[in-house]
């Protein structure tokens, strides 16, 4: 299930951390800190799928390597308190293939920093894995037009009424104000990047017809009040519980999640209407749900009596109320709760239909990109077997990503063939159309199904309103006659 997770913190000098060990720890590299000396060594870092630059245009083309654009950024700020970089860490969504994450990832980072003049480092760690996330560290000083850095805010001088500096008391100083130059750094611009991740990651679940959507707000701004959200574990309690150790994360998370089911089943509990004794049960067939309904609303109506719920009383609301209750033949509140269970077990069913079906989907996801990655790349490995012994160092760092992708393919194709000679990637491909027009139908009746939900749960609100309103009439009544309940 595609999940909701961006943070956003800073990298900053004053609390003892380095732009540098932060970009080499994130992209498993090697570089030394030219402002102290120091080399930080994470080459035997696991885990990583993806690294990658991206420089708005009036950056240094220079800043495409890691080494010199995070040394560049310790050497310009002086200050022992300095921010160095900013990072985001998102959780990337499972429903989509490697390839679909990392088209994902470079468009919201281009569209939210790039293009706004922030250089971009990208990691994607995890992709394997149950929980695959990105890091991106993002520079905080903007660009002048001659690719030099500009200055991240400017001093506004405060005059006198005859123009003349004002100073503090000690006279050494004068008063000014900081303006930031770039507004990257407003209270509401962590609310805009988180939304705007939130709102492009619907938008490529949609793409490939996933009905799961993800909203960034909280629960409480949603006005979800019958779930507890649960807490991120991060990295490491992840590869904990992973392993079957259970953290304090952990524990805390699988509390909530059964929380969350008793609240379920107490919300999905609808109260069964009292026995209807009054004059209509002499006849000789009992009044119908949409009989009583019908009766209750004729009478406010002649009477002219209003009251919290006179929206309903509305009458294409009430139409469509006692039209609903008569077809579907509803004769009381527990024949109305049995046919919205019914139609929550639909639902249940066409999501356990859809488990098997991601889950195929994704493998042959991972064999069709590992099958094009061998066809891909066939001709330079035998280009590199061609090579004399001594040149073949050489020719492999040249080649390095296309030789490793290669290699990485052909263990991968050998594991999954299964005896065969060839690859079937004609027969993959088909059986992942097929399986994607399947999925897309099966999404299609369960977003159809949910709509026709929040119906019929909106008119068992109002069928239960109704009644309610009608009881504490009666009682009053009844009250106002002397008469004790």
Known sequence: MAIYHCSIKIVSRGRGKSAVAAAAYRAGAVIKNEYDGVTHDYSRKGGIAHTEIMLPDNAPAEYKDRVVLWNAVEKIEKAKNSQLAREIEIALP???????????????????????????????????????????LLTMRPFNEDRTWGAKFKKVIHLDDDGNKIYNSEKRTYKYTKVNTVDWDNRDKAEEWREAWGSILNQYLEQIGHAERVDHRSFDRQGITDRLPTIHLGVAAH??????????????????????????????????????????????EPPTLADVISEILNRREQSGQSSRYGAINNLKQAAAMLNFLQENKIMDLDGLHKFIISMHNKQSDIREKLKPMERRLKTLDKHIEQAEYYREF?????????????????????????????????????THLNGRDKIPLASWEKERVNLTVERKSLNAEYLQLNDEVGKVEKISRSVQDILYEERRRDKQQIKSHGIEL
């Open 94 to 136: 499972i429903e989509l293939n490697h390839m679909q994450n990392l088209n994902l990832i470079r468009e919201y980072v281009r569209k939210n920093f790039v293009e706004h003049g922030m250089c971009a480092d990208i990691a994607i760690h995890g992709i394997e894995t149950e929980n695959p996330h990105a890091h991106i």
């Open 239 to 284: 590869q904990m519980e992973k392993r079957g150790i259970k953290t304090e994360r952990g524990d805390i998370n699988r509390e909530i999640v059964v929380t969350n089911n008793l609240l379920r089943q107490l919300n999905a509990r609808i109260s069964k209407l009292e026995k209807w004794i009054d004059e209509e049960s002499k006849t000789n």
């Open 378 to 414: 066939t001709k330079i490995n035998r280009l590199y077997n061609q090579q004399k012994p001594k040149d073949k160092e050489d020719f492999f760092e040249s080649h390095r990503r296309e030789l490793t992708l290669y290699q990485a393919a052909e263990r991968y194709i050998k």
